[in-house]
């Protein structure tokens, strides 16, 4: 017998406003998801810290060596270049890969404060995580 036309079964109309398992569920759920979403930002930083570090090795032995022409592998072609236009392309690679490193850092820092939250924890800005330069490009910055 069907009891209701919408869904096929009985209807449990009886909620209660403070449901505790459901509560530790969600919790459960969004810190695991947390926790992966760092362990892999982590690694994303691992991986452009080692990128920036070629690139400076790469910069540093065209400097070194003097050679001109230069070939530089960009994606999926050669490119034959003078060291002086190489260097810049390098140094635009060096700023892109700077970029993207704090905007995942920038993700790190709120993802980890979430987490202590969700952990019942000091955040990050009780924790002194929060705190201004007094100097920035050599200029006082202001508040």
């Not at 109309?13 to 362990?39: A, M, Q």
């Not at 022409?69 to 003078?82: A, D, E, K, R």
């Not at 140094?91 to 490193?101: A, F, L, S």
């Amino acid at each position: 017998m069907i009891t209701s036309i919408n869904t096929g079964m009985a209807l449990n109309r009886t909620k209660t406003p403070h449901d505790p398992k459901k509560e530790v569920r969600d919790r459960t759920t969004e810190i695991i998801y947390l926790s992966t979403k760092l362990n892999q930002a982590k690694e994303t930083c691992v991986n452009l810290d080692k990128e920036r570090q070629k690139l400076r090795e790469v910069g540093r032995r065209i400097k070194e060596k003097d050679i001109d022409p230069v070939w530089i592998f960009n994606g999926s072609c050669f490119l034959q270049t003078s060291q002086a236009n190489s260097l810049k392309i390098i140094e635009k690679d060096m700023k892109t890969v700077e970029d993207v490193r704090e905007q995942v850092d920038k993700v790190i820092k709120q993802d980890t404060d979430t987490f202590l939250t969700l952990h019942k924890q000091r955040n990050l800005g009780d924790r002194g995580f929060d705190l201004r330069p007094l100097l920035k490009n050599g200029k006082l910055t202001s508040e």
